[in-house]
């Protein structure tokens, strides 16, 4: 089996536009474009957050942890992993405790008011690319696997010790 | 085939999606692989929902909900969007008004005798326009009365105690009525659009209904604008009538030194053309043919209507005219032209003129026009033409062998001519009748710009062939009426094919009445995008002939494809006409849920007319044709039966 991909965040790239975050909710709307979604009820949710910390904006989304402490808190056996390793909460079986909420490091699991249900990323199962990294209109959102996120940031380092672009 | 339906989503011109395949072969960059970069492009902007008012922002809204949901300064959505609109309507005003006051400028240079390169040549129209102003005609030389006409258009430029001439004179009495209760009646011109940029201010208008108002009676000035430039270009460089002539790339001639004028005023274009005929001898001697002009874009419409000058291409497609490798020189004004032209210029060896003060492009060559040398700059532009040309003339050139005919040029003056030919004493008596009978159903003027987002030409091809089809008698200005001229819609020889039986019954006798040997083209062009004054003329004399106002005519209008702020500025004045009026592509409003309920519905019950905006062109044309049939019942008049 091929290494799965995740969202990586190029910190240095982000300008804060919170498009991604327009993108997630779209995908998530039930007509799935931003003009039908825009007057949607209930309104379509993002799962992607750019929180900001000073004046720098950092976008924040689901980990879908290896060792995932929500997943582990789930008392209701909700959240599950997929075979392609993304972790999802499945509505039908969440009981709406907010356990999974308390305990995940990022802060990134929402309260549906309108279902009383958890949210999250969910990578998006109808589509090649997560919509927040196609909506990033400077790629510091990536769909990449860890070994090739690394292997970039390793020739990035290297050309940078080097002192020249590229090579 | 992958390819060919990628093409096809580019354009569905195939003279230009030959092109295409030739700038993708030789790696130049166009508009297409640009809009390609960009996306996806950015939602907050697209919905309107972010402001740059002011040093505090940029600010932008969440339309979802979870994030802000005001401005830093507390703007709503509502107020944000509405603020947006005006800016843009400002900005479409402040073009076509600036179109109209240089020509005003012109009339008054001619009128003190400052310019010998123009003259009067419609005295006809120049006494027309003064009687309408109440500027007395009887016994006074043409110059004169041109005096008092160049003062009074520039007089209403600016606030002053009357309303603006251009919008009070031109409308019915009716609709000057509805205008005036609803405080619509531009003060000035220039003073309409100054008054947008104040309300719009940080800090000032936060009401989104008073933002719109505002707006309409800066689009009733955009109105006064283009009705000022049509009359004062027809007083100086005449009045259109019919001209057989032909449209698209294959107008281009690989052995002639190959002129493009893109842009709008006819101030240039018409100076050039008039000199052509003075320079060809030149151009022989320099090994060429002759020289060819083609036009592109407004300046192309222009050109058309008065001389039969064809067009070269449109819009969108203005690169394309380019990497054919057969143009010698392009020369520019102003509006819409694409900077990148001077990139591909440069890339195929084009010499790019730019000629006013207030539309420079890095990478073009300027020559600073104005009236005066008028004549001396228009023979520097050739010198560098033909220069251009004999570096270019052992090259290989690539022009689609694809053109069109067209016959084009239906003024008002020129649709009444040839009304008159039914009936001397009451010319508009034909197709009211016709419309009563159901002929035809009604009228719809196609209007603006092609834009990336559609396939070339898409959606005007869609909604013309279907709303022809169900009877319509169809109008064209500027790049909407470039689309319908280069796919054949104005070639007679399509009119019994495109026609329901009705409309083709009436093209056919008012064609045959004037000596045609057949029927008018299945749709007139009516000219410039400042031209659509002339839409606008022709539906208030049938209202007045009528004697009901604008807003109960069976006459809708249509954006399809629209990319300029002067589109969303004539779009608010056909608004404020009273006219339903579709747009093709999403307005940067629907983050304000009320303004675009105010747009699109709450308005009729103020002007009568209202904005429908759908990106299908199949379910927009039964939108059109279902606020025609509205319109029909509304005067009491059958529609037929869905077909």
Redesign the interface.
Known sequence: MSEPKEIFVRLDRCMG???C???C??EHSGSKS??G???EQP????RVYVESVSKTPVPVVCRHCEDAPCMHACIAGAIRRTEDGVVITQSDRCIGCWTCVMVCPYGVIGRHLEEHKAYRCDRCPDREIPACV??C?TRALVYRSVTDFSRHTRKTASAQMLGTQGG | MAGERDAMSKSTDPAIREMIARAARMEIKTVWDRYEAMR?Q???G??GLCCRHCLQGPC?I??????PAEGICGASADTMVARGLDRAIAAGTAAHSGHAKHLAHTLLKVAKGRTGAYSIKEPGKLRAVAARLNIPVEGRPDNDIALDVANAALADFHEKETPVLWAATVVNPQRAKVLTDLDLVPRGIDHEVSEIMHRTLYGVDADPVNLLLGGLRCGVADLAGCYMATDIADILFGIPTPVVTEANLGTLKAGAVNIALHGHNPLLSDMLVARAHTRNEDAIAAGASGINIVGICCTGNEIMMRHGIPACTHSVSQEMAIVTGALDAMVVDYQCIMPSVASVAECMGTALITTMEIGKIPGARHIAFDEESAVEKADEIFDIAMANFRRRKNKPVDIPNIKTPVVAGFSVEAIVAALSKLDAREPLKPVVDNIVAGNIRGVCLFAGCNNVKVPQDNNFTVIARKLLKENVLVLATGCGAGALMRHGFMDPANTDALCGDGLKAVLRAIGEANGLGGPLPPVLHMGSCVDNSRAVALAVAVANYLGVDTDKLPVVASAAEAVSEKAVSIGAYAVAAGLPTHVGV?LPV??G?LVTRVLTDKVKDLTGGYFIVD?DPESAAEKLLAAIDERRAGLGLQSPKAS
């Open positions: 536009c919170h498009s975050e327009l993108a909710a779209v931003l003009y979604a825009i007057s309104r379509p949710k993002p196609g909506a209109p | 996806p950015c939602g907050f697209d919905t932008r969440d339309p979802f909900g979870e994030g999403m629907l983050g849920p990106l």
